[in-house]
Structures are given as structure tokens and as C-alpha cells.
């Protein structure tokens, strides 16, 4: 089974930044999409950045856009989130996804076991 491996948490005061990896742990895995959700306790899960392996497209959260930056590597299967001029409101359990499509009515998602991200004021 494939496993998603996040790292790059931590704590950081306000203003600052984090890089956060996701990597899988299988050579021969291959997704659609890789990106980053992000849940705070009490809240649902949110989208974060996502980037499209085919034309390279990437995809933000209006709430992080122009601060949030998400690249990869397709080959590697490994993806970065650069996180700058981070606020609390950023503060949550941060998770890494791939997306796996069969067919266009078939899509798997695998999830990683998240990283902790606090932002202190």
C-alpha cells in the first residue's frame, strides 16, 4: 500500500514561514494530483493548494492565495507547500493528498497522517 509521509511542521510566530514535503513512500506510484488540505479542531476539512501533474496547473484556497505557494515533483511523487506571512487563522493539522484517477467516474484519494502547523500571535 502506498503511504503519503508529511514533514515541515512546527510552531512559528506570525509573519513567518513554513515549507511543508509530502512525499510517497512507493516508487511506482503515479497521481493525478497532489495538494494539501487542512483541518482545525471543531472544523471540517479544508482545501488548501493542489497541483495538477498534466500542465503543471495549481490551485489555491481564496484564504491563502498569493501567501501559500505549492509545487512537486511528479517523478519523485513528492509535493511542497511554501507557506509565508503566515496568522494564526493558519493553524491546523495539514494534510497531504494524492489523486489517483481510473476512469473519469472512478478517482481515489490517499491521505497522509498530517503535520501540525501552529502560528502564534
Known amino acids: 500500500q502506498v503511504q503519503l509521509v508529511e514533514s515541515g511542521g512546527g510552531l512559528v510566530q506570525a509573519g513567518g514561514s513554513l515549507r511543508l514535503s509530502c512525499a510517497a513512500s512507493?516508487?511506482?506510484?503515479?497521481?493525478?494530483?497532489m495538494g494539501w488540505f487542512r483541518q482545525a479542531p471543531g472544523k471540517e476539512r479544508e482545501f488548501v493548494a493542489a497541483?495538477?501533474?498534466?500542465?503543471?496547473?495549481?490551485y489555491y484556497a481564496d484564504s491563502v492565495r498569493g501567501r501559500f505557494t505549492i509545487s512537486g515533483d511528479n517523478a519523485k511523487n513528492t509535493v511542497y507547500l511554501q507557506m509565508d506571512s503566515l496568522n494564526p487563522e493558519d493553524t491546523a493539522v495539514y494534510y497531504c493528498?494524492?489523486?489517483?484517477?481510473?476512469?473519469?467516474?472512478?478517482?481515489?484519494?490517499?491521505w497522509g497522517r498530517g503535520t501540525q502547523v501552529t502560528v502564534s500571535s
Open positions: 512507493e516508487r511506482t506510484f503515479s497521481s493525478y494530483s
Open positions: 493528498n494524492a489523486r489517483v484517477v481510473f476512469t473519469p467516474s472512478y478517482v481515489v484519494d490517499y
Open positions: 497541483i495538477r501533474w498534466s500542465g503543471r496547473f495549481t
